[in-house]
């Protein structure tokens, strides 16, 4: 029909214009339906393009200073978690490893059914309270009858409370926490059960379990490394006297009687990027491409030098220089952890599409200027994990420090000087120790405290009226007590300027208001 009407119009208009320009016209219109036609049918172009992106992890690890630290506080559960890690010490048999994170999950679930019960008792679902029955008792039986055979073997000699702790953890279980789970799943079956009591007593007696469980999870190894001989006790425990460094860097690259080593074995799955961080972070090449090595040194890798062979000659000043500078470099670089720095630069280095998790291994003591909140919460949107390895013990190493030291800039002359800060003191419980406020060599003021408990801070005040103008150089210190592990954290150096210069202020005002008596006030005593 479109075409005959094109067709009858051009018949009828050919005789009105010249016949060239009456092709053209009719092509022009003939196109113009063939477009419409065109796009009536709806044409679809499909094609097919495919893009391999790269999975990578990246690998944090932390070189601050309290890395580069030698732990002496491990507890034995904490030297044998170290060896087990490394692949040197086995549970023989079934064991606990992991039983802690299964019973977090379902208290978390009994506290999301409690709640229901609460609120509303009908929201109840008996088929999901049947399978929450079911999975506690499928996890907890096995469980009891591990915890009860641990129990016996144990040495109660040696291992007193954990041997008792088991026991009544293992009974409470067996006697009181699973028939109670029994009963919940024959309620739950009934026709019209009421299972709010039930379920909020499950729930109380889950969540008590699973707070004590971690303590427990050891167990196993404990009564592997009671069954070693002498020889291999001396090097389990050895594997964990050395720094947190040292042993972060053995977590990646050795396999013990593992299969692989932890960084080959990321290796296999993903594209690794590995950094050492502190107070900034930076790309580590030194594991190089095989991850069952130690190492490679770089520059980025500090390197015990090796003994000369010849006789030693003192080296050149401008050596020592060199030496000194990258010594302050490396102290810079060490003097803080600065996790949200780490996580930052690994967002903008890997893209994000690529970046499948972090893992970062650490002693958990972030103290930079920004927290990890806003950068969680940006890879926490963008699908990427976080994980985490907690180096070091949970005992905090003996040291009294002064945490801060504060005082005026400048004074003037007959002005009192107030020195405040704080002193911090950690694993030296019911000690004492004296704080001095010091003018050169004169002791101008002098505090005792007592250390009340193993993670004390105290604030601190001094005054003193200098007698004379000039640059006074304070220094208030602390004294070290027995067993201190730093003890270059003990005194901080403080310069005042006292001057007697005049401060002449000109008060204009229409009438005596309470700003004209402050600053009166304020400079009478000062300039008279």
């Not at 704080?422 to 002098?446: F, P």
Request: proline share 3%; hydrophobic share 40%.
């Amino acid at each position: 029909a479109s075409l005959e009407t094109v067709s009858y119009l051009y018949q009828r208009e050919s005789s009105r214009m010249k016949k060239k320009i009456g092709l053209i016209l009719v092509a022009c219109r003939m196109s113009a339906i063939v477009i419409v036609l065109f796009m009536l049918l709806q044409p679809v172009l499909v094609g097919d393009r495919s893009r391999t992106i790269r999975r990578r992890v990246a690998v944090l690890l932390d070189d601050s200073a309290s890395m580069n630290f030698t732990d002496k506080y491990w507890t034995l559960e904490e030297k044998l978690d170290v060896a087990s890690a490394l692949g040197l010490l086995n549970e023989n048999g079934a064991g606990l490893v992991g039983f802690g994170d299964k019973l977090s999950a379902l208290s978390s679930r009994f506290g999301v059914m409690r709640q229901l019960a609460a609120d509303s008792p009908d929201s109840l679902v008996k088929a999901d309270v049947a399978a929450l029955a079911k999975d506690s008792l499928d996890l907890l039986k096995p469980k009891s009858d591990v915890m009860e055979q641990l129990a016996q073997k144990i040495s109660e000699k040696d291992h007193f409370e954990l041997r008792d702790n088991m026991g009544r953890v293992s009974r409470h279980v067996k006697d009181v926490l699973i028939p109670a789970l029994e009963k919940l799943g024959d309620q739950a079956a009934l026709e019209k059960p009421d299972l709010r009591a039930l379920v909020a007593n499950c729930a109380d007696s889950v969540e008590q379990v699973s707070l004590v469980v971690p303590t427990l999870e050891r167990a196993g190894y404990v009564v592997a490394f009671d069954n070693l001989g002498e020889a291999e006790k001396t090097r389990v425990l050895a594997a964990s006297d050395t720094t947190r460094a040292d042993i972060a860097r053995r977590l990646l690259t050795e396999k013990g009687n593992k299969d692989d080593s932890l960084v080959r074995h990321l290796r296999t799955l993903y594209d690794l990027d590995i950094y050492r961080f502190a107070s900034s972070a930076q790309y580590d090449s030194s594991f190089g491409s095989e991850a069952d090595t130690e190492p490679k040194p770089t520059a980025k890798t500090p390197v015990a030098a090796k003994p000369e062979t010849a006789s030693p000659e003192k080296k050149s000043g401008e050596e020592k220089t060199a030496d000194e500078k990258e010594q302050a470099r490396t102290e810079a670089f060490r003097s803080s952890t600065d996790i949200t720095a780490a996580l930052e630069t690994a967002l903008r280095e890997i893209p994000s599409e690529e970046l499948a998790g972090v893992l970062i291994l650490t002693d958990g003591r972030h103290n930079g200027d920004a927290g990890v909140d806003a950068v969680s919460r940006r890879m926490g949107s963008a699908g990427i994990p976080i994980s985490s390895i907690i180096i070091g013990g949970s005992k905090p190493p003996v040291d009294v420090a002064l945490g801060s030291a504060r005082s005026p800039e400048s004074v003037f002359l007959g002005d009192k000087v107030r020195v405040n800060g704080t002193i911090v003191a950690t694993g030296a419980s019911g000690k004492e120790t004296k704080i001095r406020l010091m003018l050169g060599d004169q002791m101008l003021e002098e505090q005792t405290v007592f250390i009340e408990n193993n993670d004390f801070v105290k604030e601190f005040r001094f005054t003193h009226t200098p007698e004379d103008k000039g640059v006074l150089h304070y220094k208030v210190v602390v004294d070290h007590i027995e067993g201190e592990e730093f003890k270059d954290n003990n005194d901080w150096m403080l310069d005042v300027s006292v001057t007697d210069d005049r401060t002449n202020v000109l008060l204009v005002d229409s009438r005596p208001r309470w700003e004209f008596r402050y600053l009166r006030n304020l400079f009478y005593g000062r300039d008279k």
